[in-house]
């Protein structure tokens, strides 16, 4: 069910925590921690962006709990759930380089998502006294992005889902079997057409 996603976004969300508390005593430089620490902003942000799209406010946890804290964490409000997503944005695009390889985070990727939470944010299901600054702030963020101009159109959709490294891809999950696949398609293919990864929506032959 890919509205349920509670238990492993949250099991996500710990791990990145857990990073955060440990970093700082890492022996690598300042420069990779400065990167890889905005990575995981990224990461955060881009997991609770996913929980509040299905369930609207949601605990906010920005550190790792035991289990003598308390656990029954108050569910935020949609306002301060944005917020810690945009916080957690805007780490990132202060601390990430710009582009070198699309299926790792960069600035690029941290300013596009920016630029769609906003919109979210800015939308009419969130936005119910339809406030023109959050509508501002999304143009905003949006042209931050436009005005790089770093991405363009591909020009062959036939070709766009093949080439790994195209001129529209922002930040992307590369499909890399058996380690990383996609199934939404798989689902319904033949298996000789889905790399074995099919057959849960095929008819079976009797």
């Not at 955060?44 to 920005?62: S, T």
């Not at 299926?103 to 919109?119: Q, T």
């Not at 905003?140 to 062959?156: M, P, R, S, T």
């Amino acid at each position: 069910n890919t509205m349920n996603i509670w238990t492993t976004a949250y099991s996500s969300i710990r791990r990145m925590n857990e990073f955060f508390q440990k970093i700082e005593d890492s022996e690598i430089s300042d420069d990779i921690k400065s990167s890889l620490k905005g990575e995981v902003y990224f990461l955060r942000a881009f997991m609770y962006f996913d929980l509040i799209k299905r369930y609207g406010g949601i605990p906010l946890i920005d550190k790792t709990s035991s289990i003598d804290d308390d656990l029954e964490v108050e569910r935020g409000t949609l306002e301060n759930s944005f917020q810690f997503i945009l916080n957690d944005l805007d780490k990132a695009i202060s601390t990430l380089p710009s582009k070198s390889n699309a299926s790792k985070a960069s600035k690029e990727s941290a300013i596009a998502l920016k630029g769609r939470v906003l919109l979210y944010w800015a939308s009419p299901l969130y936005n119910t006294s339809n406030s023109l600054e959050r509508w501002k702030l999304a143009a905003e963020a949006n042209k931050q992005l436009i005005d790089l101009n770093k991405f363009v159109l591909f020009e062959d959709l036939s070709q766009l889902w093949l080439n790994n490294s195209n001129s529209e891809s922002i930040f992307q999950v590369e499909y890399a079997l058996p380690e990383k696949n996609h199934s939404w398609d798989a689902l319904v293919k033949p298996l000789e057409l889905a790399n074995n990864d099919a057959g849960q929506c095929s008819p079976l032959q009797n």
